[in-house]
């Protein structure tokens, strides 16, 4: 079993920054970030593979960048440009496999989750 602990997430106003992180109890190999904003589907933001391999949803595309450090076994999440529509609570994930690129898209690939942590964008 492999815990996630994530933190970084609060309060910021459109087009600040924040950075959030995800240190994992032991080595794993996809990691990504999903985030559930209140009535709606959990979304894809992010994922990386061990090498350094990282991909991103759309909308988030030029704004966020996903980063890990392995000696740490934590991952990164730097948000720029934020907007009210980035709210939502955002979780880390993390699976002991390695995958192919598709599967960082989904939720169900992954094995681990954080708890979540709030991010709330004020216009």
């Known amino acids: 079993q492999v815990q996630l602990v994530e933190s970084g997430g609060g309060l910021v106003q459109a087009g600040g920054s924040l950075r959030l992180s995800c240190a994992a109890s032991?080595?794993?190999?996809?990691m990504g970030w999903f985030r559930q904003a209140p009535g709606k589907e959990r979304e894809f933001v992010a994922g990386?593979?061990?090498?350094?391999?990282?991909y991103y949803g759309d909308s988030v595309k030029g704004r966020f960048t996903i980063s890990r450090d392995n000696a740490k076994n934590t991952v990164y999440l730097q948000m720029n440009s934020l907007e009210p529509e980035d709210t939502a609570v955002y979780y880390c994930?993390?699976?002991?496999?390695?995958?192919?690129?598709?599967?960082?898209?989904?939720?169900?690939?992954?094995?681990?989750w954080g708890q979540g942590t709030q991010v709330t964008v004020s216009s």
């Open positions: 990386i593979s061990w090498s350094g391999n990282s």
């Open positions: 032991r080595r794993t190999f996809a």
């Open positions: 994930a993390a699976s002991g496999r390695t995958f192919y690129t598709s599967s960082y898209y989904r939720a169900q690939q992954y094995d681990y």
